[in-house]
């Protein structure tokens, strides 16, 4: 089995089958904070999928696109808090 | 040789982002899954990274690499906080088996606001 095979029918359906749970609990979650931190986590694991899709088909191109993906779930992470806290104080 | 490393590599990234799912949808309570999957996530990410910095073998790949597990490893405690203290303070409740609080009265429930307020 080469690192190819492994990594696609190992290593992604690990990853699909962990963004699948994620989902679970950002349907679920009974919380809006709850939706936040699963929302933060499902695009962290895409990162994941990015990095080993990249390996798949050579194109290290695509790491760019995890770079921002990591910029843009730490700014919405901190937004959400924000104004969180601000809807409340207005009240 | 490098695949087999590769391999390993990508097997504990993938195992520790698939825990750190099962944790959030497992754990009992917003702080323990804040607990759970900040650190494990933040883990499995750096190690699938890194098999991509080794199959590459470039300068420019690895920078890049770097670069995003730093930036990851900077941010996710912080988020984690500023979340974790936004739910405490709109009022997310604790798990019934939560022993000890340690910012109860620290903020008032009835203003949702600081009692020591900055402002």
């Not at chain 2, 097997?11 to 900040?38: C, E, H, K, N």
């Not at chain 2, 420019?60 to 941010?75: E, H, M, Q, R």
Request: with cysteine; proline share 3%.
């Amino acid at each position: 089995m080469s690192l190819h095979e492994y990594l696609f029918y190992i290593i992604m359906p690990i990853l699909a089958l962990s963004v699948l749970l994620i989902f679970v609990r950002f349907v679920i979650g009974p919380s809006i904070t709850d939706r936040v931190v699963a929302l933060d986590l499902l695009i962290i694991t895409g990162m994941g999928l990015i990095a080993v899709y990249s390996i798949l088909t050579d194109q290290p191109t695509f790491l760019d696109i995890a770079m921002i993906f990591a910029l843009l779930a730490f700014l919405s992470s901190v937004a959400f808090s924000f104004y969180l806290k601000q809807r409340r104080k207005n009240d | 040789m490098t695949d087999i490393v590769i391999a390993i590599l990508a097997t504990s990234g993938a195992v520790f982002t698939l825990l750190a799912a099962v944790g959030i949808v497992r754990m009992p309570d917003l702080y323990l899954r804040i607990s759970v999957t900040t650190k494990a996530a933040s883990l499995g990410i750096g190690l699938i990274l890194f098999c991509t910095a080794l199959y590459f073998k470039e300068t420019s790949v690895t920078t890049k690499v770097l670069a995003i597990i730093f930036f990851i490893f900077l941010t996710a405690p912080v988020s984690a906080h500023l979340i974790g203290r936004a739910a405490y303070i709109i009022g997310v409740p604790l798990w019934v088996h939560t022993i000890v609080d340690h910012l109860e009265g620290k903020y008032d429930k009835n203003k949702n606001d600081e009692l020591s307020s900055e402002e």
